[in-house]
């Protein structure tokens, strides 16, 4: 940040011309998304590169960005980054310590408490997301109905439904990687050339 001294008011602003951190939650947060939706429609396995990306990208990333946004005095992005991002460090972790044999796997039950916990968190965000771009609220109504999905899946143990909530994660993770590619295009561009 660089000082402006205004001498006729004998003031002082500072100039913020720091990135905006937002894409690379968003970005993070979305790819991160349909990663794991496409274990649940059944096209992957729940293996080492989904549980990397929730750690590196999907976590550390989004937990950087939202620091940045702290930084930037936005408490909306400081709170969903920050948030988001301990979510998959959480979830690595949850499909990592049976394995390691620190803790017994969770059960259906187990993991659709945690999950509503997050849906909870997410309506919270939705409410708040009135108040800005109709992009993002979509994309918040997305990832209330995938969690409410995968709540419901872990619950009645169908695979049909437990496939609609991968659809609309691969929904909710789109929308958040257009939103945060069409801020780096519109930045790059100098234009609005994304609708976002």
């Excluded at 402006?4 to 998304?33: H, K, Q, W, Y």
């Excluded at 750690?55 to 909306?76: D, P, S």
């Excluded at 409410?148 to 437990?162: E, K, M, P, Q, R």
Aim: glycine letters at 12%; one cysteine or more.
């Amino acid at each position: 940040m660089n000082q402006i001294d205004d001498t006729s008011r004998n003031s002082i602003f500072l100039v913020d011309e720091t990135a905006n951190p937002a894409p690379l939650g968003l970005c993070a947060f979305g790819m991160t998304t349909m990663a794991l939706s496409l274990h649940n429609v059944g096209v992957i396995a729940l293996g080492s590169p989904i549980l990397a990306m929730a750690i590196l990208y999907g976590g550390i990333a989004q937990i950087i960005a939202g620091i940045l946004e702290w930084k930037k005095n936005n408490t909306f992005g400081f709170v969903t980054f920050v948030s988001f991002g301990f979510f998959w460090v959480s979830f690595a972790a949850i499909a990592m310590l049976p394995v390691l044999g620190l803790a017994k796997a969770p059960g259906p039950v187990e993991i659709a408490a945690f999950l509503s916990v997050w849906g909870l968190f997410a309506i919270g965000l939705f409410i708040c997301t009135f108040r800005m771009h109709r992009i993002l609220q979509v994309t918040f109504l997305a990832v209330v109905l995938l969690v409410a999905l995968l709540v419901a899946a872990d619950l009645s143990g169908n695979a049909f439904i437990l496939t609609l909530g991968g659809l609309m994660g691969l929904v909710a993770g789109g929308l958040a990687l257009y939103i945060g590619l069409g801020q780096v295009i519109n930045e790059v561009y100098g234009d609005r050339v994304v609708p976002v």
